[in-house]
Every structure is written in C-alpha cells, then in structure tokens.
C-alpha cells in the first residue's frame, strides 16, 4: 500500500511540472516573444517570483518521491522509479544551475535596460527551458510505464508484495 501511495504522489508531482513547463513551453515562451522586450522583461520578471518557490517545490517532490519510489522497488520497477527520479532532478539542477541566473538579469534589465546581447542571453533562457521541460515529460513517461507494466511487479525492500 505504501508503494501505491508513493507512486501517486511521484505521479502527481511529476505531472503537475511536466504540465506547467509543457504550458510554459507552448504558451508563454512564445507569448514572451511575441510581445515587446520591456513588456516581456516585466511580465517575466513577476512571473519568476510567483514561479520560485511553488515550481521549485514540484521539482522537489517530484525528485523525492520518484526517489522514494525508487528505494521501495526491486527489478525493472526500481530501474524506472530510479530514472524518473534522476531526470526530476535534473530539471531541478537545469533550473538552478540555467535559468535562475539569467532570471536574475532579467530582473535586473527590467529595473535598468537590456543589454545588446539581450537576444542571445534570452535564447539561452529558452534552451534551458527547453531541456527541463523535456526532463520533467520524460520523467512522468517513466512513471506512467512503471504504472502500465504494474508498480507492484518488483517487491518492497522487506522482501513483501507493495
């Protein structure tokens, strides 16, 4: 039972970001594109601050019950869980290690003015964007293949059936 409850929470948590950064990806990215640079700088950054701490926290959860979920399996189970987790925190680490520090450039271009090479810092941001939205979706994928193929098809780390 436990295993169950784990997984849908790893479930939940990794479809709640892959959804947010699939919106992201698909509706604001080219949405902050398509509007001018000012009205971009300050939509993003405000949107950054409303993003921090509860896009973080869905990176957390996911990577912590995938993890979880990881440690409660056997087998081919432990493999996927295992996956799942490593690529939720990898959209954690791109997040804080690619677009955290630009986001704070952005906040500063938004007080002051962008500078020349705007353009190419801004397409960075995207390309960071990019790659975590793949990383969260491929996580979720291997969530919902471990639930396909049956979470309970490995054993607990007590040797029982989940």
């Known amino acids: 039972m436990r295993v169950r409850l784990v997984h849908g929470l790893a479930l939940l948590s990794t479809g709640a970001l892959a959804g947010a950064f699939g919106y992201g990806a698909a509706n604001l990215v080219p949405t902050f594109n398509a509007v001018p640079l000012t009205m971009r700088l300050a939509f993003h950054t405000q949107l950054m601050q409303m993003n921090g701490i509860t896009m973080q926290g869905a990176m957390g959860v996911s990577a912590l019950s995938a993890l979880a979920l990881t440690v409660m399996t056997r087998g081919a189970s432990r493999w996927l869980a295992g996956g799942a987790g490593l690529l939720a925190l990898a959209s954690f680490l791109i997040t804080r290690l690619g677009n955290v520090p630009i986001n704070g450039r952005i906040k500063q271009w938004a007080a002051t003015s962008a500078p020349a090479d705007h353009a190419e810092i801004l397409a960075r ?20 293949l471990l639930s396909l193929r049956g979470v309970d098809a490995g054993r ?7």
Do not use: H, K, M, Q
């Open 125 to 144: 941001w995207e390309a960071f964007n990019y790659a975590r939205t793949g990383a969260a979706f491929a996580a979720f994928a291997l969530l919902i």
């Open 156 to 162: 607990s780390t007590d040797g029982r059936r989940p």
